[in-house]
């Protein structure tokens, strides 16, 4: 079971990757889907490795977290148009490093990850919801199934909220694991990677059906 | 949980589909009634035209010809300087050619706001009843040929209004380019006044008609006025 979710969720991020590759030469924030998706996958196989081979493999996250709170915040934020802020990249990234720094001494590395985790997802889905919210009220004449920025939004708000409650609930999931030996919180994760990578591919290929049309 | 959002995001397509759906419609209304009120204003600057032509024709080209024929006549009994008689006859054939160019169906839209009110300045100037000012402020900007003929059937109901009704000696009319993206124009005058409330409701000066022109066009017009205290007309429309 552990290597079929392990190969399916290489899949997802695989084919997301591919399909980055079509809005490679895009600018501003497109620019980053793919040396980010990137070092997902290499994040991903190694922390694979690691587990297929019975070592821990949380560290290998841990030092993931920062680009992954850094690319979503800047993707956001590109998304919701505020300009004057994604001025401020560095600023940004120190602020995300310090939010680090705090939860690790606050909590400590036991539960770094978790912590950041519903934190960060839970400012993430404002700021996806904040998206939708402005969509309706401002632009009536698109067609948001083809809009490529829907797409990224929808495909981090389901993960965001779907991460939060994975994590809220991680011991009732430990529990059924241990009791039923259903692995549900790698089903879940593999549903909510799934959705991810799957929005976003489908957001690149709209971005590229833009470019050529 | 994530069902739950994912139900959540079905909805909301669900949801700005069909708000997307009244928004076409509301626009396609918009454009169906801008057609309908462009369509009106050609047929009512028509009417006007052919009323000018009318008077214009009875008024000075029919009465040059008649002295130009009286003339003729006299001359065959006493002698009369033929120069007198190829005057007035040239200059009836000069507004024959006036008027034949007034009925040339494009003929409105080589003017400019401008160059409209300028015309209608050199009839009433005529008239010695009102003094007419133009103003005009800001470069030169260009407004697509259905909305300037919206617009110059607006500014000919007003002054007609005006013209008819107020009893005014001065009328001042503003244009107001500067900003752009938007036009301002601003109608003034010192006549009767009138109560706006009434009028709106009865709609004797067809303010609603202008109202709903203005309108079609994406802008604003707001009528002031009291009896006794004269008329302000402004008008603000996307360039």
């Not at chain 1, 979503?72 to 001025?87: G, V």
């Not at chain 2, 800001?138 to 259905?146: D, K, S, V, W």
């Not at chain 2, 010192?190 to 709106?200: L, R, W």
């Amino acid at each position: 079971m552990a290597l079929l979710t392990i190969s399916l969720n290489l899949i997802f991020v695989t084919a997301a990757l591919l399909f980055s590759l079509l809005i490679l030469k895009e600018r501003q924030v497109w620019k980053i889907f793919f040396p980010y998706l990137l070092i997902v996958l290499l994040t991903e196989s190694y922390g694979a490795y690691l587990r297929l081979s019975g070592i821990f493999n949380s560290y290998v996250y841990n030092i993931f977290m920062p680009i992954y709170l850094y690319t979503f915040s800047l993707i956001l934020l590109y998304i919701l148009k505020a300009q004057k802020l994604l001025r401020y990249k560095y600023l940004l990234l120190s602020c995300i490093v310090l939010f680090y720094v705090f939860i690790f001494y606050r909590f400590g590395i036991s539960k770094l990850l978790s912590e950041i985790l519903v934190t960060s997802n839970f400012i993430f889905s404002i700021l996806c919801l904040i998206y939708l919210y402005r969509l309706m009220s401002d632009n009536l004449s698109i067609n948001i199934l083809k809009l490529p920025e829907f797409w990224i939004v929808v495909g981090i708000l389901v993960y965001s909220f779907g991460s939060i409650t994975v994590w809220l609930f991680m011991g009732l999931l430990n529990t059924i694991y241990q009791t039923m030996q259903l692995p549900l919180r790698q089903i879940i994760m593999l549903f909510l990677n799934g959705f991810l990578y799957g929005s976003w591919s489908y957001a690149f290929l709209c971005k590229y059906q833009q470019k050529i049309s | 949980m994530s069902l739950v959002v994912v139900g959540f995001i079905i909805s909301y397509v669900r949801l700005f589909n069909t708000r997307k759906k009244r928004h076409l419609e509301e626009k396609e209304q918009m454009k169906e009634n801008f057609h309908l009120q462009l369509l009106h204003s050609k047929l009512e600057i028509q009417e006007q035209t052919f009323t000018e032509i009318s008077k214009e024709l009875h008024d000075n080209v029919g009465q040059l010809l008649s002295l130009a024929s009286l003339q003729l006549g006299m001359a065959q009994n006493q002698p009369i300087p033929l120069e007198k008689i190829k005057q007035n006859i040239d200059t009836a054939l000069g507004d024959l050619r006036n008027i034949s160019k007034s009925l040339n169906g494009e003929y409105i839209q080589q003017f400019s706001i401008a160059e409209f009110l300028q015309n209608i300045k050199n009839q009433l100037d005529g008239t010695e009843t009102i003094d007419f000012q133009i103003e005009q402020i800001g470069e030169r900007y260009t407004l697509a040929i259905p909305k300037k003929i919206i617009l110059i059937r607006v500014l000919q109901e007003a002054i007609q209004n005006i013209v008819k009704h107020a009893r005014a000696s001065l009328l001042r009319v503003t244009i107001d380019s500067s900003s752009g993206q938007i036009l301002k124009i601003t109608i003034i005058d010192n006549g009767v006044g009138f109560d706006v409330k009434k009028a709106e409701l009865r709609n004797g000066l067809g303010l609603s008609n202008m109202q709903k022109r203005i309108e079609s066009l994406n802008g604003t017009i707001d009528f002031r006025s009291r009896p006794s205290e004269g008329t302000q007309i402004f008008i603000t429309t996307p360039l």
